[in-house]
Every structure is written in C-alpha cells, then in structure tokens.
Nanobody, 123 residues
Framework: VQLQASGGGLVQAGDSLKLSCAASGRTFRYIAWFRQAPGKEREFVAAIRWSGGHTYYADGVKGRFTISGDNAKNTVYLLMNNLRPEDTAAYYC???????????????????WGQGTLVTVSS
C-alpha cells in the first residue's frame, strides 16, 4: 500500500493550491488529509468517502477547501482556496481499511500515510 502526496509549494495569502494523493495497492473506504505545523500536533483537515463521495471538513477550512476523488485514477485531491498564513503546514494524506466514520478525524486511527507535502503561505 502506498500513498503519494504532491502539490505543495510557496504561495501568497489569498492564493490557491491543489494537492494530490495517489493511492495504490488497495482501495479504502475513506481517505483523509491532515496537516502539521511546526511545534503543533497533526490535525484533521478533510476526508472523503469513496462510495457516495461524502465529504467532511474541519471547521477552519470549511468553505475554503474542497476534497474530491477520481476513482479511475485512485487519487484524492484537496483544492485549497483563499489560503491564509495559518494554513502553513506539512500536509499528509492518510487511509486505513478498517477506519469507521466516528474515527476519521483522529490521526492515530490511520495506519497508512503519505510522505507529506509542504504548503507555505506568506502574508
């Protein structure tokens, strides 16, 4: 099982970025994005359920970020609009075959992680 995250970069406040997470090896019920800023704990950003496309967001990104999936490519995207300096972090995609809805916002519920992609937002 492999999760390959990409798409990070250096942008200015108000700009947009689109992250990608390519999953291989198996399919998952949910795939999520987390982020971790220096000195802070890893926090939930968004998740998507492959079947039905239901999406879930952290309050701080709701309305600005959009998670979507391409079943044919087994890839999940995170479109981030109106980026703020406080969005600066390493972004990780995560998945686990056993995860249930009540646990999707909890980092330690996931056993498979991508390598992280750095997003830096300057003011």
């Amino acid at each position: 099982v492999q999760l390959q995250a990409s798409g990070g970069g250096l942008v200015q406040a108000g700009d947009s970025l689109k992250l990608s997470c390519a999953a291989s090896g198996r399919t998952f019920r949910y795939i999520a994005w987390f982020r971790q800023a220096p000195g802070k704990e890893r926090e939930f950003v968004a998740a998507i359920r492959w079947s039905g496309g239901h999406t879930y967001y952290a309050d701080g990104v709701k309305g600005r970020f959009t998670i979507s999936g391409d079943n044919a490519k087994n890839t999940v995207y995170l479109l981030m609009n109106n980026l703020r300096p406080e969005d600066t972090a390493a972004y990780y995609c995560a998945a686990d075959p056993s995860i249930i809805l009540s646990s999707i916002r909890v980092a330690h519920s996931y056993n498979y992680w991508g390598q992280g992609t750095l997003v830096t937002v300057s003011s």
